[in-house]
């Protein structure tokens, strides 16, 4: 059985600056091209958010969150690359410590994988700009694991809402929470006209089976078919 998603004020906000912003991409007929080899009608660019002053909304709600949901939180760890810079926004919010952690060690120098001081036992949020498939998130997180600290819950911009990747995260015991989802995304840009219904069905029917999509679609490329790093 699905979750049942209960829409937020806030989901349906971050969702509008998302799509004012462009950072979310909706292309059911020039689908893209994700890390996995499978092609997608959906693409978000975090690193956008950047450009533009209304990332001080998106640290500040991101803050709010972490301070919500782990008050006892004692550290802020970035999911590498893409959420390096918002994680730092977000830790100089809160006045907290701030880490990132690469998806494999660096090959010169310490030649770490976490780059920046932790503590043993040191309470610790991750903050990922999106969550898909959720692999790149367990992976940070059992990383700090193995470090020493302890891992509170994970906070995203974006979450994909992808049945997999929710029992995935849930079965590495990761408690989790985004500012904004799929669900919401879908809700405005129809409302909005930024996508017509046909559209949306098409994108609705890749979210319920990315990979069945791709296959149907015969966009699936052989040489990347894998399901690695996924995020």
Known sequence: ???????????????QKLLELKAVKLQPNNPFEWNTGWMAPMYFDSRKILSYRLRNIFKAELACLVAEHYPQAEAIAA??????????????????????VSPEPKNHGFENRIEGDIKIHQRVVIIADQISWGGSSISVQKALLQNGADVIG??????????DSIQAIKKA????????????????????????????????????????WAEQKQTIKPKRTKKLNKK
């Not at 994970?154 to 049945?163: G, H, K």
Request: hydrophobic content about 50%.
């Open 79 to 100: 999911v590498a690359p893409n959420a390096i810079a918002i994680g730092a926004l977000v830790a100089d919010v809160l006045n907290l410590p701030f880490l990132y």
């Open 173 to 212: 015991h990761l408690d989790f929470v985004a500012l904004t989802s799929f669900s919401a995304v879908m809700d405005k840009a129809c409302e909005q006209g930024t996508i017509s219904l046909n559209e949306a069905e098409i994108i609705r029917l890749w979210h319920d089976n990315p990979e069945k």
């Open 1 to 15: 059985m699905k979750n049942v998603h209960v829409m937020r004020e806030q989901e349906v906000f971050i969702a």
């Open 154 to 163: 994970l906070v995203s911009i974006l979450n994909y809402e992808f049945e």
